[in-house]
């Protein structure tokens, strides 16, 4: 699959409409469904383009995209040059036609990689980034399936249960996306600068942010909003109560997508997450083919329908029909009243986004953005909603995440950034270890494990292993189950 080829005059009026400030995405529809093309959008008056978004989105769209324009139009078409990287306009049939269902749809996606995998059938697979090694060994076993079973595995490239879905599927023909929170010429985190080389091999990396763009934390659930669209169903691995999976997740069944869970130890921190879809709707599944049969996909032993199935109604009304503009530009018809978002709040204000939902409607439905931004602190603290409730047919009306477009690209020989996400809290740990102790006290995790598996975690020589395990179970930090089994003390 190719994008469509753009000329110098199109891309740079595709560039430009991205960067526009303060753009809505009800008035960045309506402009292009009356005017087609951003080069057809930017050749108008201003009176045209008021009259069909209204004053404020016409001055938005005309204003000076600034003195370095030329040179990130430069590095945009160094960057698409390179062989395997591609620029996919929201008009260009090489489009996901999942993303189109967004209410904000990115105007750009820089792709390294498959295009032909954003069309795919495919699945998310995310979790905590400061996964217990059963979590991780999880993650990889259902990825490895999935991708045998010929679904793309989608995830967002961070550290721990990202990273190893990606590695589970690379397995298999390499049928992977990694969804990214920075530019596409950047590699975050620097830790998966090997993993990211591979993946933009064999699967794709997508990213919706200008070249240059570093990791912030804005960002993040941002990505995971498209996460959540490119996918038929989110897999939520390992998760602590507070967590940019919940948020994945949330936003996937606020789309209609399958929301899956794994349960695990009610004694671990970072099952609670999953343990509190489950309770709200969540698909509890225990091995890959309890996904690969909700999705009706065929696995040994078992042929699949002669038609798939039809997914399930979005829980709000967040779609919109899609209509052919006058130009030929296919979009999704304008937002009604009662949807439309503000106007896109600065950085300080977008660091909110991770919010709970409400937090994220209290916040879009303020004019200041400073308004926004502390309606979403107010809030944050509050319970998220329901990602698999049973009450869907009285939707709740909401807002679609803001999207800050005038980030400026940086120097193409950026490759990767230092910037770090801030793992999620777990409990203490015992302050008496040492740390070899504790070394294996956290490969143990919260699931009996053999001695074998424990030496393969670990790395340590036998008697060594021997004797850690006697000090803890002395310790009273662990027991030893029949079968030569060890589970971790639950205090």
């Not at 303020?366 to 990602?387: F, G, M, V």
């Not at 800050?404 to 996400?421: N, Y």
Request: net charge positive; charged share 20%; hydrophobic share 45%.
């Amino acid at each position: 699959m190719t994008p469509l080829p753009l000329s110098p005059t199109e891309l740079a009026a595709w560039l430009r409409l991205a960067f526009a400030r303060g753009l809505k995405p009800a008035a960045l529809r309506a402009l292009l469904g009356a005017f087609g093309l951003p080069h057809h959008l930017f050749a108008q008056p201003f009176h045209a383009l008021a009259a069909a978004a209204g004053a404020e989105a016409a001055r938005a769209a005309l204003d000076d995209p600034g003195p370095d324009f030329a040179a990130q139009l430069d590095v945009l078409e160094s960057w698409r040059a390179a062989p395997g990287n591609a620029i996919v306009t929201l008009a260009d049939p090489a489009y996901p036609p999942r993303l189109l269902a967004m209410p904000d749809p990115p105007l750009l996606l820089y792709v390294k990689g498959r295009l032909d995998l954003l069309h795919a059938r495919s699945v998310a697979v995310v979790g905590s980034r400061n996964a217990t090694p059963q979590a991780l060994e999880d993650a990889t076993r259902f990825s490895r399936a999935l991708a045998a079973s010929g679904i793309t595995v989608v995830s967002g490239l961070a550290l721990g249960v990202d990273g190893a879905a990606h590695r589970g599927a690379l397995d298999q023909a390499g049928r992977t996306v990694a969804v990214i929170g920075t530019g596409a010429d950047l590699v975050y985190p620097a830790a998966h600068h090997a993993l990211a080389t591979q993946i933009a091999a064999l699967g794709a990396i997508v990213s919706e942010w200008p070249l240059g763009t570093p990791a912030r934390s804005a960002n993040f659930p941002q990505r995971n909003r498209v996460i959540a669209a490119l996918v038929e169903g989110v897999i939520v691995v390992e998760a602590a109560q507070r967590s940019g999976s919940l948020i994945t997740a949330r936003l996937a069944n606020e789309m209609g997508r399958d929301v899956f869970a794994l349960p695990g130890s009610i004694h671990a921190p970072l099952t609670r997450g999953c343990h509190g879809l489950i309770k709200q709707g969540a698909q509890l599944v225990e091995t890959p083919a309890d996904v690969l049969e909700a999705l009706r996909v065929a696995t040994p032993g078992r042929t699949a329908p002669a038609a798939p199935r039809r997914p399930r109604e979005p829980k709000q009304s967040i779609f919109f029909d899609v209509a052919r503009s006058p130009r030929g530009v296919t979009l999704p018809l304008a937002f009604d009243d009662a949807t439309a978002p503000a106007n896109d709040p600065p950085a300080s204000a977008n660091s909110c986004a991770n919010s709970c939902a409400d937090a994220r409607a209290n916040a879009c439905a303020n004019s200041c953005a400073d308004a926004r931004a502390n309606a979403c602190a107010d809030t944050a603290r509050a319970r998220p909603r329901t990602a698999g409730s049973e009450k869907r047919t009285q939707p709740r009306k909401r807002h679609a995440l803001s999207r800050d477009r005038g980030t400026t690209p940086a120097a193409p020989h950026i490759v990767e950034t230092q910037a770090g996400e801030q793992p999620p809290s777990s409990e203490a740990r015992p302050a008496s270890l040492g740390a070899q102790a504790q070394r294996l006290l956290d490969a143990l995790g919260y699931a009996p494990a053999t001695l074998e598996i424990l030496a393969e975690r670990t790395d340590m020589a036998e008697a060594v292993l021997q004797a850690t395990l006697l000090q803890l179970e002395l310790g009273g930090h662990l027991h030893a189950l029949p079968g030569g089994r060890f589970v971790r003390a639950s205090h």
